[in-house]
């Protein structure tokens, strides 16, 4: 009786410490790479982009998994410590405010490589933050949406008031002016980046409101599905959103986060990891454009074409002063242009922009 | 002519924990018969009546309904053998009418409801006697009524052994004679009732047999025609004797409660004492006599404080504008008693900012105070047991014990002998003189003409709201209260 | 001839003993892990691999386990706090809102006072502004149910969204880090306003736990406000019998509760976050109101429930490591809370044997 206890009690014993070592030990020569973020990945947006990019490398070889919904919150700590116990050697943080987190589980493992979202606050010797120069696409779509409206009114539905999305917004203005110089640009902010009733909703009070091209940054395609429905046009962001109104989509931009993600884990197999920033682009197809809607005529299509050749080749800088702020301010002098640090900055909407930063 | 027993109870057994609450119960129930069920509380009535309705399982025995095997632990099985329960608190929805309240029984959630009552139900009213408007509303029928619609409801859903918990509790003279017609058309027709009481004379004047139990066992089984009530009496409260009351003998002092032109309303606003105006000094036993339901209540309340009255003063004894005399109400759980919190806590219940510890409850205080509470009327149970456990007639010993505490210099007390047995209300009013003897004064409300008459030495009868009357003792006879109760005033 | 054997539910009449509610609790742990087994089966989920993981991210490992006790100490003070109120019978719904609000008060103590200030002056400072505007907050519901008859669910339930929204807009605006380029972050509060780790990644907040819960058995057992509150909630009317001020208990009874979470949101700043953030807490004045209920508001029982409740919000997570897609590990986690949840309120019944009425013998 006793002894069968005892054999029961062993048996119970063995399972458990089978359960939590195999993944310890199985596939420990090859390299694992584990991906937090910050919403579910059937967003459409930004997580598809980032888990679309994990199929990439895993096509490469490399073992990945993701944690989903992580809030910007300890609970990063924790689940990144999860997956250093499961043996990965790579993390992906690809939210903004994982940053002071992701530090803490970094410096206590100075063997193992994190990369997060830029701008960097919380360095590491192992932490190399990345983003893309999105603002160079959006001032390709502002070009498109120039030459397609008619009201001379444009939406633009944004998510929270921070530097990117800023950015993203005055080059949006910058490139839809270039084209149309009467055209100004209504920003609603619904703060949040994964809202979509809210989403919604602002693309159909800006239609109501006269814009007839819906712009938006946002992770959902809620507000090209608004738009569409009122029958103005639509630019997409984050991903290739014709799917979800392919008659009313123009063009928008889209993440490409693979190119960044194989060079990462090639940095970590050769040795050659630095930490610091990169910021990908047009160039390495981190930002690209979705097609065209064919309602677009030829000649916008090559305009935008060129201009992207240009900005590629550093021919165009559509930051080069002067620029003058939407309350009248110079902020950016003749002869002067913006670096990353002050896109990184920008606390000021573009001329152009009706609307201002909610306080 | 030997008929056979309509139920047949069959050495019942039911333990609830260490407590053995009937102990080899058997006893039967003829057809066409009343039967009284006489004990005092905690005799094991109630759990032998709920064994019958379904509601306890008991340990073993069973109990036979025609015969045949009743299903144990099945209120439903209960019912369609024809047990009917009348509790003491009455299960009716107040807001709908009678009619509804008895479709309600009789053809449950059914969505559509017939509108009026049928020839059935008409003739079962004509043939026992009922008169009840089964158009008004719950809310709006007396307590009398609403227990004739209790009663009418259960034998219209095909009960033939109704069981009727203390009904006449809730009721005026009058009121109980209406009630004991209307039981002995109901056993005229065929059907049986069992009567809880603790009330000796309406049983020996109602009941055809009698079964008395004590510590949940059956003492004394026998018909009513020529019984002894001195030995029924015996019967109930065993060996134990009890002092018979007396009133106190004392020089009355100084006033210790006045009470000028006061006017006070009930819940829905309106007024129910007008203009009450008396005194009641050291010494005194003041009891207010009046029928249920003239003010008498609301008067209580609004001189322990538990209603604010609408005009008047109360003068009376205060510490830090707190109530600082003994007040017991009518109603003891809820009210003066906590019934989720134990003895021990409900020990101190109105007295927890006069113990002293700044803040804090000193156990050994509260100890002392749950072993004076439980020692004063021998009640027997864990201090740290919640209170609602306890019988009724427990919960009184409980609040008494308590107020009666600290020696105080006023005693309030509303109906402090309802629902108790002959042996425990006498205890109570033993204890209440010997607080007057001491120099307290008691003011106590009743409607036991005889049971005041015996120890008050004053007498005030309420009427409609008023206070009609104010008697030395010397003054006040049963037939001349009587007069007063009923018609507010002494002249024909 | 034997009759099948019928079972019903009973009311228990004797109140359930400590061992033996602690006995059903677990045997509800025992239940909501079968049914979780057999969930994931139908799903086609490994259960070795599943509950595996959830042990591993709760309590496999000391970072895990840290992890696990750290976020145990918001969901615990809050719940303390809602149990606290519950003994007046007063519905604290707005624990969340309380918890931010305390926030507000550490971090502000903590973002302005002069950055070397001593963590002698600077920790109980900020804790103490938590508390008390955790407390304020509470109080205007308090106070609108003493003096208007308010009712305090849905004061206290619609005053959440005006605390969140309110530090929403602070690290929006006011309050935003410079540093952290107008995300809505405010900067770190200052090294003395952080409370020091206890051991491993354990932070002190978990001291400050305990004692709570040891505060509130003492004013249970042997305060008289303790006494009066239980008596309100039991019987109203005899709380009036008894000469109780109930407008001065509405007052105590929720302003406790806001002063509890008040301090978990003191603490998740001191010690978690260590600055004032949008999405600070993730619904943790929520958890606590289940996690109240199900330790039937007895304060260790809370502590053991808010640990476990911890544990579950850990452990889904790396459910999701372990390849549990996300969904799935939701509904078990659900499933998993509604077992303990049911079992904990059956705890109440019994289930007693039926004797057969026909039964011949």
Redesign the interface.
């Known amino acids: 009786m006793k002894e069968t206890k005892h054999q029961l009690l062993r048996a119970v014993l063995l ?2 410490a089978a ?2 070592a195999f ?1 310890l030990t199985a596939a420990a020569q090859d390299l694992k790479a ?1 991906m937090i973020y910050v919403g ?1 990945v059937g967003d459409a947006g930004w997580t598809y982009r980032h888990d679309v990019a994990r199929q990439c490398i895993e096509e490469q070889g490399v073992e990945t ?11 990063v ?3 990144q ?3 250093l ?2 043996g990965y050697d790579m993390i992906f943080a690809t939210a ?2 994982y940053q ?1 987190f992701t530090q803490q589980v970094a410096q206590a493992n100075p063997d193992k490589h994190f990369f997060g979202i830029t ?1 960097t ?1 919380a360095p590491a010797d192992n932490i190399l933050n990345f983003y893309g120069k999105l603002w160079d696409g959006r001032y390709l779509t502002g070009l498109v949406a120039g030459a397609m409206t008619e009201s001379n009114k444009i939406g633009f539905v944004a998510a ?4 990117t999305v800023i950015a993203g917004l005055n080059a949006f203005t910058l490139g839809a002016r270039a084209v149309n110089p009467d055209v100004t640009v209504e920003v609603v902010w619904t ?1 949040s980046w994964y809202d979509p009733a809210a989403e919604k909703q602002a693309a159909t009070a800006l239609v109501e409101g006269g814009a007839d091209v819906i712009a938006q940054h946002q992770d959902t395609p809620s507000a090209v599905i608004g738009a569409s429905e009122k029958g103005a046009w639509a630019i997409g962001s984050e991903s290739d959103m014709t799917a979800f109104a392919p008659e009313r989509v123009l063009t928008g931009t889209v993440w490409d986060w693979c190119p960044f993600y194989s060079k990462a884990v090639e940095m970590v197999r050769d040795g050659s990891f630095a930490p610091g920033e990169f910021y990908g682009g047009l160039d390495d197809g981190t930002v690209s454009l979705a097609p065209l809607n064919s309602a677009v005529p030829a000649d916008v299509a090559t305009q935008v074409k060129d201009a992207q050749a240009a900005i590629i080749a550093g021919e165009l800088d559509y930051w080069a002063g002067p620029i003058v702020s939407n309350e009248g301010n110079e902020v950016v002098a003749a002869g002067a242009t913006l670096g990353i640090a002050d896109i ?2 920008m ?1 000021w909407l573009v001329e152009g922009v009706s609307g201002s930063l ?2 | 002519m030997q008929t056979r027993p309509l139920v047949s109870f069959r050495g019942v057994n039911k333990s ?2 260490a407590l053995q609450a009937n102990v080899d119960v058997s006893f039967d129930l003829r057809p066409g018969s009343i039967l009284a069920l006489l004990g005092e509380n905690g005799a094991g009535k109630s759990t032998i009546m709920n064994v019958l309705a379904g509601l306890y ?1 008991p340990d073993s025995g ?1 109990i036979e309904v025609d015969g045949e ?6 209120p439903r ?1 209960s019912v369609a053998a024809g047990v009917g329960m009348v509790h003491q608190q009455f299960r009716l929805v107040e807001s709908l009418s009678g009619f509804e309240n008895i479709s309600l029984a009789l053809h449950g959630g059914r969505i559509l409801q017939p509108r009026s009552a049928d020839a059935e139900l008409k003739a079962l009213m004509e043939e026992l006697g009922f008169n009840i408007d089964l158009s008004t509303p719950v809310h709006a029928m007396s307590l009398a009524r609403r227990q004739q619609l209790e009663i009418l409801r259960t034998i219209a859903a095909g009960a033939r052994v109704l069981v009727l918990d203390e009904p006449t509790s809730v009721l005026s003279a009058v009121e109980t004679h209406g009630l004991f017609a209307i039981m002995r058309r109901i056993v005229a027709s065929g059907r049986s009732v069992i009567l809880i009481s603790h009330k000796l004379t309406e049983v020996l004047e109602v009941a055809d047999e009698v079964v008395v139990m004590r510590g949940g066992r059956v003492v004394h089984k026998g018909h009513t025609a020529g019984a002894d009530p001195d030995a029924l009496s015996r019967h109930i409260v065993g060996d134990r004797s009890f002092t018979s009351d007396a009133r106190p003998e004392r020089e009355t002092g100084d006033i210790v409660l006045r009470v000028n032109k006061l006017n006070v309303a009930d819940h829905r606003g309106a007024t129910v004492v007008h203009e009450a105006d008396f005194a009641v000094r050291s010494g005194e036993v003041v009891a207010i006599l009046g029928v249920t339901g003239n003010g008498q209540t609301e008067l209580m309340e609004a001189i ?3 209603r604010r009255p609408m005009s008047g003063l109360v003068e009376a004894p205060r510490h830090n504008k ?2 600082a005399f003994a ?1 017991i ?1 009518a109603q003891h ?9 134990v003895l021990r ?1 409900n020990a ?3 007295h ?2 006069r113990l002293g ?1 700044r ?5 050994h205080v509260l100890n002392a105070r749950a072993g004076h509470v439980k020692g004063r009327f021998g009640v027997r149970i864990d201090e740290h ?2 209170v609602r ?1 306890l019988s009724g007639g427990n919960l009184q010993r409980v609040v008494l014990g308590r107020e009666l505490l600290d020696d105080p210099s006023l005693i309030v007390a509303d109906y402090p002998t309802r629902g108790l047995d002959v042996a425990s209300a006498a205890q109570i009013r033993s204890a209440l003189v010997a607080a007057a003897q001491k120099g307290a004064g008691v003011l106590l409300s009743s409607e036991e003409i005889s049971e005041s008459l015996a120890i008050a030495t004053r007498v005030l009868v309420m009427h409609g709201g008023e206070v009609v009357a104010d008697l030395p003792a010397a003054e006040a006879d049963r037939a001349r209260v009587g007069r007063l109760m009923t018609r507010g005033r002494e002249t024909e | 001839m034997i009759g099948i054997p019928s079972f ?1 539910l ?1 009311p228990r ?3 359930g003993r400590p061992s033996g509610q602690a006995l059903q609790v677990l045997s509800g742990a025992v239940l909501a892990f079968v049914l979780g087994a057999l969930f994931l089966i139908v799903t086609g989920e490994d259960v ?2 599943a ?2 993981a959830l ?3 709760s309590f ?2 000391v ?2 386990l840290s ?1 696990t006790l ?2 145990a100490v918001p969901i615990g003070l809050c719940a303390l706090g809602i149990a606290f109120a519950y003994r007046a019978r007063l519905w604290n719904i707005g624990a969340e809102g309380q918890l931010y609000m305390g926030a507000f008060g550490a971090a502000g103590v903590g973002l302005h006072l002069p950055a070397d200030t001593s963590a002698v002056i600077a920790l109980p400072l900020a804790l103490a502004a938590g508390m008390l505007a955790g407390a304020a907050w509470a109080l205007v519901a308090a106070l609108l149910k003493a003096y208007r008859g308010v009712n305090e669910i849905l004061t206290t339930l619609m005053l959440n969204y005006i605390a969140i929204l309110w530090v ?2 602070l690290v ?2 006011p309050w935003s880090d410079p ?7 405010s900067a770190a509060v200052i090294p003395g306003a952080q409370i020091g780790k206890l051991f491993f ?1 354990v932070h002190a907040g978990l001291v400050v736990l305990c004692l709570m819960a040891v505060l509130l058995i003492v004013i249970d057992r ?4 303790g ?2 509150l ?2 309100a909630g ?2 109203p ?2 709380a ?4 109780i001020n109930q407008r001065k208990l509405v007052l105590i009874g929720l302003g406790g509760a806001g002063l509890l979470a008040g301090l978990a949101g003191a603490i998740e700043i001191s010690g ?4 004032l ?1 949008s ?4 619904g943790y004045g929520f958890m606590a109101i289940l996690v109240a209920w199900i330790a039937q508001g007895r304060p260790l029982a809370i502590l053991l429930a808010s640990v476990l409740y911890a544990a579950l ?2 452990g889904g ?2 459910l ?4 549990v897609p ?1 969904a799935i590990g939701t509904i078990l986690q659900a499933v998993l809370l509604l077992s303990v949840f049911a079992a904990t309120t059956f705890g109440t019944y019994r289930l ?1 044997r ?5 039964l011949a013998t």
């Open positions: 399972a458990g359960v939590l993944p584990a579910p998994a993701y944690v989903e919904t992580v809030p910007e919150t300890p609970d700590v924790n689940v410590n999860d997956f116990s499961q903004f405010g002071p701008p606050i929270q008031p921070i530097p703060l990184n900055g606390n909610p306080n | 609830f924990g399982v069973h095997r009743l299903a144990l632990g099945s099985a322990g404080g538990l707190r109530r007040y109400p759980l809820g009210t003066a008693l906590a019934p989720g919190l806590e101190i219940l109105g927890q900012r510890g803040g804090w409850l000193q156990r047991e919640p456990r | 019903r009973e009449l004797e109140a070795l691999v509950y595996g042990l591993r991210g496999g490992s970072n895990a992890g750290n976020k929403g807009y929006n605006g540093l952290v380029f107008s995300f809505p972050y990644g042997s305060s008289r406000i006494y009066e239980r008596l039991d019987a009317r005899a009036l019998y008894g000469g978690a976050t260590l600055r953030q999405g600070l807490s993730p919000l850990n997570f790396a999701q490591v372990s390849g996300p007693r039926v004797p057969t009425g026909s």
